[in-house]
């Protein structure tokens, strides 16, 4: 895993500049444009190695588990994720990854990692 000390040295014009890169990447391509709350979830998903449910993605995002269900419907449309029953529980959802989500948050990362290398963030000022 790479340091997070170059991210840290970056100055806030410089964080939302990568950002904005990254936004303005996905809104130019030809892939699905996440709302923030989609994305958000999409990562917790991605970035929480445990198994998620509907319940335990509303209680992290501290969201209703309503609002949780329909930016899963949306990734699940997209093929980001998978619903199955939870097989201790019939009343609980598991939410599963799939490789349209590892794919997709991968090229968010490449973007990311490229505008970090381009622009020398570990020589700049805070």
């Known amino acids: 895993m790479q340091s997070l000390a170059p991210i840290a040295k ?3 014009s410089d964080a939302l500049a990568i950002w ?3 936004t303005l ?3 130019l391509s030809n892939g699905p444009d996440l709302s923030s709350r989609q994305l ?3 990562m917790t998903i991605y970035l929480d190695n445990s198994n998620q449910t509907v319940k ?3 209680e992290k995002l501290n ?3 309503a609002v949780i269900s329909r930016a899963l419907d949306t990734l699940t449309k997209y093929g ?3 619903r199955a029953p939870d097989p201790r529980d019939r009343r609980s959802i598991i939410v599963m ?3 349209g989500g590892i794919l997709y948050l991968q090229h968010f990362a490449d973007i990311i990692q490229s505008e970090i290398k381009s622009n020398n963030f570990s020589s700049a000022a805070a």
Do not use: G, Y
Request: net charge positive; hydrophobic share 40%; glycine share 0%.
């Open 10 to 12: 970056a100055k806030r």
């Open 20 to 22: 904005h890169r990254v």
């Open 25 to 27: 990447e996905t809104v």
């Open 40 to 42: 958000s979830v999409l």
């Open 56 to 58: 335990s993605l509303s």
């Open 63 to 65: 969201v209703t588990k």
């Open 80 to 82: 980001f994720v998978k």
């Open 97 to 99: 990854r799939t490789s």
